[in-house]
């Protein structure tokens, strides 16, 4: 059997994109949670390169 975490964080303002206190609870979300420091992170961008979405599984 294989479990899986997931951590998900969207931007408040998916048009600015995500701000650095944002992208900075998302990282301390996945240490609390024990996510393994090579799990890749998925990132959804808007045309500007702004993150509008990051997640782990």
Same mark, same amino acid.
């Given at each position: 059997?294989? +479990?899986? *975490? #997931?951590?998900h =964080? %969207? !931007?408040?303002?998916?048009? !600015? $994109?995500? #701000? @650095? &206190? %944002?992208? =900075? =609870?998302? +990282?301390? #979300? &996945? @240490?609390?949670?024990?996510?393994?420091?090579?799990v890749?992170?998925? =990132?959804?961008?808007?045309? *500007? $390169? $702004?993150?509008?979405? @990051? %997640?782990?599984?």
């Amino acid at each position: 059997m294989t +479990v899986t *975490r #997931t951590i998900h =964080a %969207e !931007a408040i303002d998916p048009k !600015a $994109g995500m #701000t @650095l &206190a %944002e992208l =900075a =609870a998302f +990282v301390q #979300t &996945a @240490l609390r949670d024990d996510v393994d420091n090579d799990v890749p992170v998925k =990132a959804i961008v808007n045309l *500007r $390169g $702004g993150i509008k979405k @990051l %997640e782990t599984r």
